[in-house]
């Protein structure tokens, strides 16, 4: 059964086997308790076919579900996981996700996603407004396809939330390119002298979002 991650069997009290594949891919079998663990292999390899065949139709399922309720977080791939839980958050791979609210799903996730945003892009804004000298007027944040971020000339500034879902190297470029904006208005050489200072690698951070920035509107 190399075909079969795991296999599991139970003694019972009947008198026939029973197969069954499980949710995650596993086989479940059912086996009186008398009868003798090479009858059992015996049972299993004449039913070989129709157990690879179950459990390939099952973790392709399986696969599908996967792929369907995969999120990014901070540039990490988190599965969304619905269960008990009273709100929604990210546990190592995991999002955790309340089972009561899943029949709203991507209406919670877009709030929960755009409350992440303002939490963590508001802390590292003023964190690099500290050590560039500057100051911004406010700071709103939109779901436009066109920016990731902006600063008007009375140095308001405006955030993608969707940059939540982007490395935090990636989402402090977008930062810290929108407050040199605060202090040089065009992208002349002192404007990039002033990223640079601050972010050294920000070319790379321009070529992640270029290459990767699509992926991001899946919510």
């Not at 891919?25 to 129709?50: C, I, N, T, Y």
């Not at 929604?88 to 089972?99: E, K, N, R, Y």
């Not at 040089?184 to 990767?212: A, C, D, G």
Request: hydrophobic share 35%; net charge positive; charged share 25%.
């Amino acid at each position: 059964m190399a075909s079969v991650d795991n296999v599991t069997i139970v003694r019972a009290s009947r008198r026939t086997v029973s197969l069954q594949i499980q949710a995650d891919g596993s086989l479940l079998v059912k086996a009186p308790h008398r009868m003798l663990k090479q009858d059992v292999s015996r049972f299993l390899e004449e039913h070989h076919d129709w157990i690879i065949k179950n459990v390939a139709k099952v973790k392709a399922t399986l696969k599908n579900k996967r792929a369907d309720d995969q999120y990014f977080y901070l540039g990490k791939t988190v599965t969304l996981t619905p269960g008990n839980y009273t709100k929604i958050s990210v546990v190592g791979d995991t999002l955790q996700f309340p089972q009561s609210l899943i029949f709203r799903k991507e209406k919670e996730l877009r709030s929960w996603y755009s409350k992440e945003a303002t939490r963590v892009i508001t802390a590292q804004t003023d964190k690099y407004a500290l050590e560039m000298g500057t100051t911004y007027n406010e700071i709103a944040f939109s779901d436009t396809k066109s920016q990731w971020g902006r600063c008007t000339r009375d140095n308001r500034l405006q955030f993608n939330w969707r940059l939540i879902m982007a490395p935090l190297l990636t989402l402090n470029y977008v930062v810290i390119h929108e407050l040199a904006h605060t202090l040089e208005k065009n992208h002349t050489q002192n404007f990039w002298m002033k990223v640079r200072n601050i972010n050294p690698s920000y070319r790379q951070q321009i070529k992640w979002l270029k290459e990767n920035g699509a992926r991001l509107h899946g919510v």
